[in-house]
C-alpha cells in the first residue's frame, strides 16, 4: 500500500508541475529539472503516509478480529461448551 501510495501521489505532483510548465511556457529543461524534484518529495510523503495507513489498517484489522474471537469464545462458554472443544457445535451435543 505504501508504495502505490507514493507512486501515486509523486506521479500527481510531477503532472501538476509539467502542466503549470506548460501553460506557463516555461522552459522544459526547468519544468523537467522542478517536476523530477517534485516527483521525488512527493513519492517520499506518499510512501510514508502509505506507510502510516498500512500499520492502522493492520491494527485496526487486528482489533476487530480479537472483539470477534472474544464474543465468540464467551458465547461458546454461556452455552456450555469448552472453548477446547473443535469441530462440534452446540447442537450436536443435545
Same mark, same amino acid.
Given at each position: 500500500m505504501a508504495v502505490a501510495f507514493g507512486v501515486s501521489l509523486g506521479a500527481i505532483a510531477m503532472a501538476?508541475?509539467?502542466?503549470r510548465g506548460a501553460l506557463g511556457g516555461e522552459s @522544459?529543461? &526547468?519544468?523537467?529539472?522542478?517536476?523530477? $524534484?517534485?516527483?521525488? /518529495?512527493?513519492? @517520499?510523503? &506518499?510512501?510514508?503516509?502509505?506507510?502510516? $495507513?498500512?500499520?492502522? /489498517?493492520?491494527q485496526d484489522l487486528e482489533a476487530?478480529?480479537?472483539?470477534?474471537?472474544s464474543r465468540f469464545r464467551e458465547e461458546v462458554e454461556s452455552v456450555g461448551g469448552d472453548s477446547g472443544d473443535q469441530g462440534r457445535t452446540p447442537k450436536q451435543d443435545a
Open positions: 501538476t508541475v509539467i502542466f @522544459a529543461v &526547468g519544468v523537467m529539472a522542478s517536476s523530477l $524534484m517534485t516527483w521525488a /518529495v512527493f513519492t @517520499a510523503l &506518499g510512501y510514508a503516509g502509505g506507510a502510516a $495507513m498500512d500499520i492502522l /489498517v493492520r476487530q478480529f480479537r472483539r470477534r474471537l
